[in-house]
């Protein structure tokens, strides 16, 4: 089993910049790739950015270029860097991890980005 925590949402302003922090517990050693999904009301869950063990990254095109996700396998955390944010950016953000076999989410924290 893998627990996972989100951190790092709040109500920003168009332009602003947010860090998301996903702080891993449990059986770390078998995650292969964590990811940050959003989800937005009234619509479906949706990808953001991923990032395996290794390093590789995947991003939504929404995110290309405004947002980083990065790992620190020493602390056992998982990043979303999100510059020039934008009110269609405004979701709750959930970090997931992947294990090879099962998915494991955490309780979601709320981004708004509102004037």
């Known amino acids: 089993q893998v627990q996972l925590v989100e951190s790092g949402g709040g109500l920003v302003q168009p332009g602003g910049s947010l860090r998301l922090s996903c702080a891993a517990s449990?059986?770390?050693?078998?995650?292969?790739?964590t990811g940050w999904y959003r989800q937005a009301p009234g619509k479906q869950r949706e990808l953001v950015a991923t990032i395996t063990r290794g390093g590789t990254t995947i991003y939504a095109d929404s995110a290309k270029g405004r947002f980083t996700i990065s790992r620190d396998n020493g602390k056992n955390m998982v990043y979303l860097e999100m510059n020039n944010l934008k009110p269609e950016d405004t979701a709750v953000y959930y970090c997931?991890?992947?294990?090879?076999?099962?998915?494991?989410w955490g309780q979601g924290t709320q981004v708004t980005i509102s004037s």
């Open positions: 449990g059986s770390i050693f078998s995650i292969y790739v």
């Open positions: 997931k991890a992947y294990n090879g076999a099962s998915n494991f």
